[in-house]
Structure formats: C-alpha cells, structure tokens
C-alpha cells in the first residue's frame, strides 16, 4: 500500500514538473489562455510491477507556486487541482511544513469585493488540500485582493496574471 502511495504521488509530482514555467517565454509576457480544449494525456492507471519510489521523491516541494482562476470565480481548474495534488503529496509527507495560501484578484470590481473574492480563492485551495489529507494547522489563509498586483497592465493579459493564489512558505 505504501509504494502505492509513494507512486500515487511521485506521479503528481511528475506532473507538475511537466507543468513546469516556460523559460522561453519572457517574464512580462502572460500565460497562455486557457483555450477551453482538454488535454491529451493519458490517465494514470496505477503503478506496474515492480515500481517503487523514494520517499525523497515524494517528498520533495513543487516548484509550481501560483494557482491561476478564471474571471469573477473561485473555482479550481484541472491544473489548479493538479498543482493542488503536488501540495498535499508534499505537505501530507512534511507534516512540520507549512504555507500561507495568499489571495489575489485583477483591479476590476470593488476593493471589498477583490478581498473577498481574493479570499475565497485562496479558501478553495484549502479546502482542495485539505480534502487531500493535509492539516489545516499547515495552512493559513490571507487576501490583498487587487492591492499586489504582478501586471500592472490594464488588459486580460494583466488581469489573468493578476487573478492567483500565490503559495508561500
């Protein structure tokens, strides 16, 4: 049951190193928008004969810190509930580690409204860590809302890197 385990998260780590942020692209410019499409790969389907995994491995904290959302919502995507698979496998391994799951929005809408909504995003990657497994004494929760922006650009390209919860340690 253990190597199950262990493979179980070895392949979301994998995964996230897959997902892993494109030198190629310069720092200014955004991330890709998400086109609607599914992705193509295939599903995991359990570990074969005779994998195993070290428990450095499943072990080791992802590289991946920043879960993005779509307009107006807190709802995770697949690649947030993939990053989110990387964290727990993490955190569920270092039961002393902790994080600081931060809120952020796009400048649009109320300041009021950009702290809460902030703060339900970040409520929505604990809650997806937490259904994983992980304490909630690991994680705290904050929201700035529109207040630490990482684009001050006035357009979607801005604003989609603007709408995040950034995980912090």
């Keep these: ?96 580690a902790k994080v600081r799951l931060e809120g952020h929005c796009d400048e649009r809408g109320t300041r009021e409204y950009n702290v809460g909504l902030g703060e339900r995003r970040a409520n929505a990657v604990l809650q997806a860590l937490t259904s994983r497994g992980v304490s909630e004494r690991q994680i705290s929760v904050s929201s700035f809302g529109e207040e630490r922006p990482v684009s001050e650009g006035h357009d979607e390209s801005a604003w989609q890197q603007n709408r995040r919860v950034e995980i912090a340690n």
């Design 1 to 96: 049951m253990k190597v199950f385990l262990k493979s179980i998260a070895l392949a979301g780590l994998l995964t996230l190193a897959a997902c892993a942020k494109d030198t190629t692209r310069p720092a200014d410019e955004a991330p890709p928008a998400d086109t609607g499409t599914s992705s193509t790969t295939t599903p995991y389907a359990g570990p074969s004969a005779g994998d195993s995994v070290s428990s450095a491995a499943a072990a080791s904290m992802p590289n991946i810190r920043v879960i993005y959302f779509e307009f107006d919502s807190s709802a995770l995507n697949g690649e947030g509930q993939t990053l989110a698979d990387g964290w727990a496998a993490y955190l569920s391994a270092n039961a002393n």
